[in-house]
């Protein structure tokens, strides 16, 4: 934990001003102290003051007036993809950081998190790429001969509000796609897991962006809600809890602020009767579970037919029962804990409730023997489980998995779609092309032939009550741009 402690140090030397506001760290002026805690002992790793709604208000203003008359919307793509490579370059010299923080915060071992944090300074490569090559001017012909630009313009103030369990990597999603555009942000990362952020915040402060074009204030549901209502925010980027995004939906729908939403998941799996077990496996297990569940595409349901359900489920359970649960900072271990004791306690709820439906419980359920401190509960695999029950159609956020049996190929996709999220999936069969067919029947956002993929070049999103539009990829980048068409001469 060498490197959170070098981290840790850095912000405690700041004292009394965590938020970033207008170019510079500020004192918050709430009144609520807040605190980080590490999930695998339960130690505090940082408190804070909770920013007031005069705090936000502040950050919006200063965010209004670098869109309004500052340079950023005004530089060139280029000129503005400049400073991107520069932010990522910074947070690439920090990676052992920004590594430690997530697995600090939220339990994720460090041999997932020492690689995916990566993604950190990919996307902000990425989108300064595409400030080189994305038509943001398009040039075009009536049919009558008269000339036409059709121009994309960036959206406006954007507030960008973040969920705790991947904290750095969705909040850069929105980031770096939105300072592409042109747009001005004011971040709400959670009030758990603020660490990253401050990491973020002062490698654009090093970067040497305009004033006000980031803003940074993390805080919990009262002050995050005085934001998004704000009528100084033209747009509204969320990734969270589908109970959380209509609320947000509904609350932009009232002035038509532009809205989009990365929600919750329960995707499948789909193993065909063709599969080889020996090949689904290596992603199956990891991903059915990744940080210990806590991920919105993790594979929660498992469909397998009828005629290898015991050869398949017995070769999984075997598969997890030597993942090693353990402290999330230790290279060999597979799981660390669930983030906070509200989590533990849902899961906990989760399993209770699949049993008393009758689910059979095939694997774990419990709290490891070994480890009595921190919120660690063991990996749960349920067999037998109805499409109908509680564990199959809800969001559990946990390392539980439900498998599904299925007769034929139409039983398993109306299974597969027999669910009010549609976010990710994979199918597993030695045919890709039969794969691929599946695919297109599954009602999803993105899905994986053999393997579980998630690209930051590429666009992932939901279908359904999984959200509204789209982050990563070029597509990221037009959830901030307006369409403007102009007729010339």
């Given at each position: 934990m060498e490197n959170l402690k070098k981290t840790l140090a850095g912000i405690a030397a700041r004292g009394a001003e965590q938020l970033f506001i207008d170019g510079e760290w500020r004192r918050a002026t709430g009144t609520q102290t807040l605190t980080v805690v590490a999930p695998h002992n339960e130690e505090e790793l940082l408190s804070y003051v909770e920013p007031s709604l005069a705090d936000v208000d502040a950050a919006v203003a200063a965010a209004r007036e670098a869109f309004d008359k500052g340079p950023w919307p005004r530089m060139s793509p280029p000129e503005r993809g400049v400073y991107l490579r520069k932010v990522a370059d910074l947070l690439t010299a920090r990676m052992p950081e920004l590594a430690e923080a997530w697995t600090g915060q939220v339990g994720a071992v460090i041999g997932f998190t020492g690689k995916a944090s990566y993604q950190?300074?990919?996307?902000?490569?990425?989108?300064?790429?595409?400030?080189?090559?994305?038509?943001?001017?398009?040039?075009?012909?009536?049919?009558?001969?008269?000339?036409?630009?059709?121009?994309?313009?960036?959206?406006?103030?954007?507030?960008?509000?973040?969920?705790?369990?991947?904290?750095?990597?969705?909040?850069?999603?929105?980031?770096?796609?939105?300072?592409?555009?042109?747009?001005?942000?004011?971040?709400?990362?959670?009030?758990?897991?603020?660490?990253?952020?401050?990491?973020?915040?002062?490698?654009?402060?090093?970067?040497?962006?305009?004033?006000?074009?980031?803003?940074?204030?993390?805080?919990?549901?009262?002050?995050?809600?005085?934001?998004?209502?704000?009528?100084?925010?033209?747009?509204?980027s969320f990734t969270g809890s589908t109970g959380a995004g209509k609320h947000i939906a509904g609350v932009a729908a009232e002035r038509l602020a532009r809205v989009s939403l990365e929600l919750g998941g329960k995707s499948a799996a789909l193993i065909l009767d063709d599969a080889d077990i020996a090949q689904v496996l290596p992603s199956l297990v990891p991903y059915s579970m990744p940080i210990t569940g806590q991920v919105c595409f993790s594979l929660t349901r498992v469909l397998v037919p009828r005629s290898r359900k015991d050869e398949i489920v017995g070769a999984y359970a075997d598969a997890v029962s030597k993942v090693k649960v353990g402290d999330p900072f230790q290279a060999d271990s597979g799981m660390g804990p669930l983030a906070m004791q509200r989590q533990l306690d849902r899961v906990q709820g989760y399993i209770e409730k699949g049993k008393a439906e009758g689910a059979k419980l095939a694997l774990g359920g419990g709290r490891p023997a070994d480890l009595n401190r921190g919120f660690f509960i063991e990996p749960t695999i349920f067999t037998d489980v109805d499409p109908d029950m509680t564990i199959a159609r809800e969001e559990i956020f946990g390392p539980v998995v439900s498998f599904i049996e299925y007769g034929d190929e139409a039983d398993m996709i109306a299974k597969a779609n027999h669910s009010d999220y549609g976010l990710h999936g994979a199918v597993y069969t030695q045919d890709p092309e039969r794969g691929f067919a599946i695919a297109r029947e599954y009602r999803t956002g993105s899905i994986t032939i053999n393997g579980m993929v998630v690209d930051i070049e590429m666009p992932f999103g939901g279908f359904k009550q999984s959200g509204l539009g789209r982050e990563g990829g070029i597509e990221g980048l037009e959830t901030y741009l307006e369409t403007k068409t102009v007729y010339m001469p």
């Open positions: 950190c300074p990919g996307l902000f490569n990425f989108y300064a790429d595409q400030c080189d090559t994305y038509p943001f001017i398009d040039e075009r012909t009536r049919s009558s001969g008269g000339k036409v630009r059709v121009v994309a313009e960036p959206v406006g103030v954007t507030a960008c509000v973040t969920p705790w369990n991947a904290p750095l990597v969705l909040l850069i999603y929105k980031v770096a796609a939105g300072l592409a555009a042109g747009c001005t942000i004011v971040a709400k990362p959670s009030p758990e897991t603020p660490i990253d952020a401050h990491i973020l915040a002062e490698c654009i402060q090093q970067a040497g962006l305009p004033k006000g074009v980031f803003n940074m204030l993390p805080a919990g549901r009262e002050v995050g809600d005085h934001l998004i209502r704000h009528p100084g925010i033209d747009k509204i």
